[in-house]
């Protein structure tokens, strides 16, 4: 808990108001049942039981700390709300660790004798940023130089002798703005999401050929599953974390029927990513080709000689990244607009992408872009899955609001255990807004997020 001493007087007020009021037990229970979210949904309202004898309230927001009732937030991103995105995570991993492991959501046991690979696909280079390197005798310089050091056409350095500490600002940023292909930068962000496309379909294709089949045989055959989660590289670049498995066709998880190892998946998957070509128009410049960059990870997890991953491990290793976004670089998560472009507290690197990504959606074939700009340009989802990978996070959360409801099913029919059955619930709720109402409450609940969220990783971690 952050200790009271460093907090603004008011708001050390604050909380010795709400801890002293009668219903101080009331408040900290609706904390903890809207999952201690930073920013709740305030509702005011009541239930109504209309039944043959009468109407009758049965639950009214009158009766409730400062008379509203807190709804969790749900949003997924760790910089907006840690408790709701907490969750989001944990369903994350839920859905992935299914289609991974099987036995659950579903998904049966047999699932893990299907090929599964994850593979890290990334962006290619638009110039040389400082980065962080180890060699065989541990962290090894930026960029060593080669040969005679040579400056660039701008007259800077294009060798960096520093061995960066992992918070090193400069890390990300290039060794000279005026040689990084700003405007390819941004291209590829915004075409990421059909380069990904046409990943799967080539790769379909390369699978086909390799196992002697056309393209409709093996359809009849094989289907690819995949779950792919989209993280920023400290350059400002989406790269893919996927997971891709092999599947019969069918809704009931059959094995493939073709024959094929982990070491030729393997080998499909890089083939694939190094031959997939995406040509974009860019303005007053000749046509840009874009493709994946040359790093590419990729680790059996199902089926392989020995799983290099094991289902568990793949599956927190994505849910990671899900609850980020480009918040790391000071963007938040609303649109840029004209009016905010200005006021931007961010790094020259990621203040030139913006400046670009704004330039390049006034042209036509960039329309669309200027909504993207806090995104630097990438406007898919952060997280998606093809149909038959795992449940839907749809169906995990309907899963868990059932169980709640049922608790407070139980509970609600235990106070109107005389009433009759014909009882018409209506419930009238009204928004009273957003957030906690003092900054002092804000601090508590923080607090209490921090250490129920402890408890529970602690749990998590022991399971
Ligand atoms: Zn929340
Ligand atoms: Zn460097
Ligand atoms: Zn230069």
């Not at 991974?100 to 962006?123: M, Q, Y």
């Not at 990513?273 to 995406?278: D, G, H, K, S, T």
């Not at 059996?300 to 491990?313: C, F, I, K, Q, R």
Request: proline content about 6%.
């Amino acid at each position: 808990m952050t200790p009271t001493s460093a907090l603004p007087p008011q708001v050390v007020e604050q909380i010795v108001t709400r801890a002293g009021r009668a219903d101080f037990d009331r408040w900290a229970d609706q904390v903890t049942r809207c999952g201690h979210c930073a920013h709740p949904v305030l509702l005011r309202g009541r239930v109504e039981h209309h039944t043959a004898t009468g109407q009758q309230v049965t639950y009214s927001t009158d009766g409730e700390p400062d008379r509203v009732l807190l709804i969790r937030c749900g949003n997924r991103r760790a910089a907006v709300c840690p408790s709701c995105s907490y969750e989001y995570a944990g369903d994350m991993w839920q859905l992935l660790y299914a289609g991974a492991a099987g036995g659950r959501k579903g998904v049966p046991e047999s699932i893990r004798s299907h090929l599964l690979v994850f593979a890290t696909l990334t962006a290619p280079g638009f110039g040389p940023v400082h980065t962080t390197r180890t060699d065989r005798t541990g962290p090894a310089r930026c960029r060593p130089t080669q040969g005679k050091p040579q400056l660039c056409p701008h007259k800077r350095p294009t060798w960096c002798t520093t061995i960066h500490a992992d918070d090193d600002p400069r890390l990300g940023q290039p060794l000279c703005p005026d040689c990084y292909d700003y405007p390819a930068h941004v291209a590829f962000n915004w075409h990421a999401p059909e380069l990904w496309r046409r990943f799967t379909i080539t790769l379909r294709r390369t699978l086909a050929r390799q196992t002697g089949l056309t393209a409709a045989e093996f359809a009849r055959r094989c289907r690819l599953s995949f779950v792919k989660v989209a993280e920023f590289q400290r350059r400002g670049v989406v790269h893919f974390h996927t997971l891709i498995r092999l599947d019969g066709p069918g809704d009931d998880y059959q094995p493939p029927q073709i024959s094929i190892d982990a070491t030729a998946l393997i080998h499909a998957i890089q083939q694939t990513a190094a031959q997939v070509r995406l040509t974009v128009t860019m303005p007053d410049e000749p046509e840009l080709v874009l493709r994946f960059g040359t790093q590419l990870d990729t680790q059996t997890v199902n089926g392989g000689p020995a799983g290099e991953l094991t289902p568990e491990h793949a599956a927190r290793y994505i849910a990671k990244y899900a609850t980020k976004s480009a918040e790391d670089f000071g963007l938040g998560p609303r649109r840029i607009t004209p009016e905010t472009l200005p006021l931007l507290n961010v790094s020259q690197h990621i203040d030139r992408l913006i400046h670009t990504a704004w330039e390049l959606g006034e042209h036509p074939t960039y329309e669309g872009l200027r909504r993207w700009v806090h995104m630097l340009g990438f406007r898919g989802h952060f997280a998606s899955k093809s149909r038959h990978f795992s449940t839907t996070l749809g169906a995990i959360r309907r899963e868990r609001r059932t169980y709640r409801q049922r608790q407070a099913a139980e509970h609600a029919r235990e106070l109107l255990a005389d009433e009759q059955d014909t009882t018409l619930v209506v419930a009238r709720w009204e928004f009273a807004g957003v957030g906690y109402l003092t900054s002092g409450d804000a601090a508590l609940a923080l607090s209490a997020a921090a250490r129920a969220r402890e408890q529970r990783q602690a749990a998590r971690d022991a399971a």
